[in-house]
């Protein structure tokens, strides 16, 4: 008996090795850098990437009006609870 893995050739397994490599070097590469980002960069990234959140919105009229929509909803104050009388008992 064999404890060699027999699944796949010799070169799809090295190609599979390499890739899970790479990708775990990637993200090892993408933590460290954000990692060592000052206040001042992450909130530069926080605002381009809103400011490209709203372009993309803007370019797609019904996506602009939805966003619109949800945003008045969840701000607005319904006016009968702004003018009813307050209970002096």
């Known amino acids: 008996m064999s404890s060699v893995d027999q699944s796949?050739?010799?070169?799809?397994?090295?190609?599979?090795?390499?890739?899970?490599?790479?990708?775990?070097?990637?993200?090892?590469?993408?933590?460290?850098n954000r990692a060592l980002r000052t206040p001042d960069q992450r909130m530069e990234l926080a605002r381009q990437m809103q400011m490209d959140a709203y372009r993309v919105m803007q370019a797609n009229p019904a996506a602009w009006q939805g966003f619109l929509k949800r945003n008045h909803a969840k701000r607005s104050v319904p006016v009968a609870s702004v003018f009813a009388p307050e209970d002096s008992t």
């Open 8 to 32: 796949g050739s010799p070169g799809e397994r090295d190609e599979t090795d390499l890739s899970a490599f790479i990708a775990a070097e990637t993200a090892k590469r993408h933590r460290r």
